[in-house]
Nanobody
Framework: VQLVESGGGLVRPGGSLRLSCAAS????????MSWYRQAPGKERELVAR????????NYADSVKGRFTISRDNAKSAVYLQMNSLKPEDTAVYYC?????????WGQGTQVTVSS
């Protein structure tokens, strides 16, 4: 199983970024996928989750209305569109999958929101 995130960077408050996670090594279309983030000195927290077919999504209250999770099962990819970014969104963002009770993480991508 391999999860590879990309798309992070430095953005000004109010800006947007789109994160991508390329998945391989498992039957992607059968599993829910999630994005987590971890800010310095804080615990890792769930940002958003999407069902295997993409029809159901859940978001942390702190990102509702600003972030959108989506997936492309044909490409084995999951995305996180982040709009109206705030300094408190600064964190390392991780792609996550749980397969047969085993949790897999990507290496993470840094998102920094600063003027």
């Amino acid at each position: 199983v391999q999860l590879v995130e990309s798309g992070g960077g430095l953005v000004r408050p109010g800006g947007s970024l789109r994160l991508s996670c390329a998945a391989s090594g498992f039957t992607f279309r059968r599993y829910a996928m999630s994005w987590y983030r971890q800010a310095p000195g804080k615990e890792r927290e769930l940002v958003a989750r999407i069902s295997s077919g993409g029809g159901s999504t859940n978001y942390a209250d702190s990102v509702k209305g600003r972030f959108t999770i989506s997936r492309d099962n044909a490409k084995s990819a999951v995305y996180l569109q982040m709009n109206s970014l705030k300094p408190e969104d600064t964190a390392v963002y991780y792609c996550n999958a749980i397969l047969q009770g085993i949790t897999y993480w990507g290496q993470g991508t840094q998102v920094t929101v600063s003027s």
